[in-house]
């Protein structure tokens, strides 16, 4: 089979007669599938079936029960399960219109390029259907902001937002992906060198259903590029911060309202060490937490090395306080930051380490190693 054509599908059914339809006649000559990744609950899997029995060519359907990393991961599940190495893929709502698909096809088989993107800002594209102008703004602006935050891997790249890319899965190590946003394009672009050549398509209205555009959307994009960006380390950082400064503004409050200061230490350093583990795994170690050990045994370890930290730390606030005269809350801010190195050391190494055997190196070696791929990886530089 010459192309596979996968579809990654949220609650799409009334899209996808149409979607069949156009795409088929779009295909007509070229030996292809359709491979649509179903993650819905409106019974979009069913019209998928339903629609493969009237298709001149095969259509298939891959509904996920318990769907994993989103639309990032409906994609790269596809790419696992496609016919042809050389795969499309696009929106199941008709704004990526199927007629572009054979300029596509054409423009890869060129032989000079990996990725064909398919463009609503090279020259002649569009983004007419997105919703309004303030999606406009969101979208262009985002656009300019992860090209500026990979100069070097998109500097060919107009749109790297696009959902509706040609790719030959050969050409990808997709062990490095992790489908933790709904941006598998960047994904690819930004942990790969890869060559991209453009085409402009007209990004249309939406065939039928709503966007599923939403503020959480935005905040899965801004995890996922900071990630991408900078690694891990990156957003150890930002969690940290975070806490850090509520770990101030606790200690400070308390102070305020007459609170001995090593007790207004214990309560803000107990409350920030749970938050802190919490947002941990949801933003940090995510793609970490299924070959390590049980989540309350992950928080254990995360608790108690908190806490004995804590324990060294709140000692050298005293003597910070009372011997150097520094103020609660500076003393408190610059131990933070000394602790925050040893804290990424410890859970990158030993909350979320794999169950089971290691390789066989040696132990220093193997947490160098380790460290230094937890630290930086992906991350441009």
């Not at 089979?1 to 000559?29: D, H, K, Q, Y």
């Not at 030959?168 to 050549?197: C, H, W, Y």
């Not at 940090?284 to 806490?307: H, I, L, P, Q, Y």
């Amino acid at each position: 089979m010459r192309l596979t054509i996968i579809v990654p599908t949220f609650n799409e059914a009334p899209n996808v007669p149409e979607l069949v339809r156009r795409t088929s006649a779009a295909l007509a000559g070229i030996d292809a599938e359709i491979l649509f990744v179903d993650d819905s609950t409106d019974g979009t899997a069913d019209a998928v079936r339903t629609a493969s029995g009237a298709a001149p060519l095969p259509v298939r359907v891959i509904h996920r029960d318990a769907p994993r990393g989103g639309l990032g991961g409906a994609v790269l599940e596809g790419f696992a399960a496609a016919a042809a190495d050389l795969c499309l893929v696009m929106d199941g709502d008709l704004q990526h219109p199927p007629e572009k698909i054979p300029e596509m096809l054409e423009r890869f088989e060129r032989g000079d390029v990996d990725v064909v993107v398919a463009s609503r800002y090279a020259g002649g594209g569009t983004a007419h259907g997105l919703a309004d102008r303030t999606r406009v703004f969101v979208s262009k602006v985002s656009t300019a902001l992860t090209r500026a935050m990979f100069p070097i891997r998109l500097r060919t790249v107009t749109d790297p937002m696009t959902g509706f890319f040609l790719v030959d899965r050969r050409r990808l190590d997709l062990a490095t992906l992790k489908p933790r946003g709904f941006k598998i394009l960047l994904e690819m672009l930004a942990r790969q060198n890869l060559s991209v050549a453009e085409v402009p398509f007209d990004f249309a209205d939406r065939h039928a259903g709503e966007s599923k555009a939403s503020l959480r959307q935005g905040l899965h994009f801004m995890t996922q590029l900071t990630a991408l960006r900078f690694g891990k380390m990156s957003l150890f950082a930002v969690i940290g911060g975070v806490g850090a400064l509520a770990n101030v503004a606790i200690v400070w409050a308390l102070t305020h309202w007459g609170v001995d200061y090593i007790v207004a230490a214990i309560i803000a350093a107990e409350a920030t060490i749970i938050g802190n583990f919490v947002l941990q795994e949801r933003f940090v170690f995510a793609d970490m937490r299924g070959e390590a050990s049980g989540v309350w045994a992950r928080f254990a370890k995360s608790f108690t090395f908190n806490n004995a930290e804590a324990a060294i730390r709140i000692p050298i606030i005293a003597v910070m306080v009372e011997s150097w005269h520094f103020s609660a809350v500076v003393a408190t801010a610059l131990t933070l930051v000394v602790a925050f190195v040893v804290r990424f050391v410890f859970h990158s190494l030993v909350v979320y380490a794999p169950r089971g055997p290691g390789q066989e190196v040696s132990t220093a070696r193997h947490l160098v190693e380790e460290l230094d791929a937890q630290a930086t990886a992906p991350g441009e530089l």
